[in-house]
C-alpha cells in the first residue's frame, strides 16, 4: 500500500519562482490536508479539502492555492515564492474528517527551500 | 484561537528510566490524538482519546486524557532508544480541523 505520496522529496527555488508540490492517496478517502511544519513549530494547516470540488482554508493560507479536482490527488501551488515559505511540507489524508475521531496519514514530507 | 501548549519541549534521559511528556490547552476538544515522527518522515498516529479520564496503553506507552478534556499525558515505562523521536499531541473538534502542539523531542541514550 503506497498510502500518500508526496512529490519531489526536496526542492530549491529562487524567489518569484512558482511550483507545485503534488500529493496523491489510493486509500479512497475524502479528507485532504496541507501542513507546514517549521523548525521548533508545530504543524500549521494551509488548506484542507472535504471531498472533490471542495477546498478550504486552513490558519496560514496566504501565499498558496490548491484545488482537488480528484478523490485522489489535492496538489499545492505556489504562485510568487517569498523566503518566509522555506519549510517542510505535509500532505495527509483522513476517511471521514474529525467527527468520526479518524487519524490522518500522513505522506514523508517534501523539504521546500526559497534562496 | 485555539492553542496546544506541550512540555517539556526537549528531554534526553538513560534507557531504561521512565518519564511524561504533556499536553495542555485551555480549550475543550472532543479527542485528542497522540503521534511521533522520524526524522524525515511524516508523523504516525499511536492513539486518539475520546472520553475524559480516558486511559489507553500500547505496550510500555500510556495515555490519559484529562476528565476536563483540556488536556493528556503520556507516559513511557522503561524507555528504549527506539522511543527516540518527536511526539505531537493534536486536539480535534467537530469542524474538520486539527490543532497540532510544537511537540515534545524525546531522546534516549543506550
Known amino acids: 500500500n503506497a498510502g500518500v505520496t508526496q512529490t519531489p522529496k526536496f526542492r530549491i527555488l529562487k524567489i518569484g519562482q512558482s511550483m507545485t508540490l503534488q500529493c496523491a492517496q489510493d486509500?479512497?478517502?475524502?479528507?485532504m490536508y496541507w501542513y507546514r511544519q517549521d523548525p521548533g513549530m508545530g504543524l500549521k494547516l494551509i488548506y484542507y479539502?472535504?471531498?472533490?470540488?471542495?477546498?478550504d482554508k486552513g490558519e496560514v493560507p496566504n501565499g498558496y492555492n490548491v484545488s482537488r479536482s480528484t478523490t485522489e490527488d489535492f496538489p499545492l501551488r505556489l504562485e510568487l515564492a517569498a523566503p518566509s515559505q522555506t519549510s517542510v511540507y505535509f500532505c495527509?489524508?483522513?476517511?471521514?474528517?474529525?467527527?468520526?475521531?479518524?487519524?490522518?496519514?500522513f505522506g514523508d514530507g517534501t523539504r521546500l527551500s526559497i534562496l | 484561537t485555539q492553542l496546544l501548549e506541550q512540555s517539556p519541549q526537549f528531554l534526553s534521559i538513560q534507557e531504561g528510566e521512565n518519564l511524561t511528556v504533556y499536553c495542555n490547552s485551555s480549550?475543550?476538544?472532543?479527542?485528542l490524538q497522540w503521534y511521533r515522527q522520524e526524522p524525515g518522515e511524516g508523523p504516525v498516529l499511536l492513539v486518539t482519546?475520546?472520553?475524559?479520564?480516558e486511559v489507553k496503553k500500547l505496550k510500555r506507552l500510556t495515555f490519559q486524557f484529562g476528565d476536563a478534556r483540556k488536556d493528556s499525558s503520556l507516559h513511557i515505562t522503561a524507555a528504549q532508544p527506539g522511543d527516540t523521536g518527536l511526539y505531537l499531541c493534536?486536539?480535534?473538534?467537530?469542524?474538520?480541523?486539527?490543532?497540532f502542539g510544537k511537540g515534545t523531542r524525546l531522546h534516549i541514550l543506550p
Open positions: 480549550s475543550v476538544f472532543s479527542s
Open positions: 493534536a486536539g480535534a473538534n467537530r469542524d474538520d480541523k486539527i490543532i
Open positions: 495527509a489524508s483522513s476517511l471521514s474528517g474529525t467527527r468520526n475521531n479518524q487519524p490522518q496519514h
Open positions: 479539502s472535504v471531498g472533490a470540488g471542495i477546498t
Open positions: 482519546v475520546v472520553t475524559g479520564g
Open positions: 486509500m479512497n478517502h475524502n479528507y
